[in-house]
């Protein structure tokens, strides 16, 4: 029974370990969607005067 526990622990474990790094990835991704859209002109800020465009 020992044995079993034992692996069943480890295999929690492991599961944790990648759920974390799915969390992870996602936030990773997230932020960088984020970043690289508030490096792009903004559209609906542009300039008013169409010589300005």
Do not use: Y
């Amino acid at each position: 029974m020992h044995s079993f526990a034992f692996k069943l622990r480890k295999l929690v474990e492991r599961q944790d370990g990648i759920q974390r790094l799915m969390v992870k990835k996602e936030n990773i991704a997230k932020d960088f969607v984020g970043k690289s859209q508030s490096l792009r002109p903004d559209e609906t800020h542009g300039s008013m005067v169409p010589s300005e465009e």
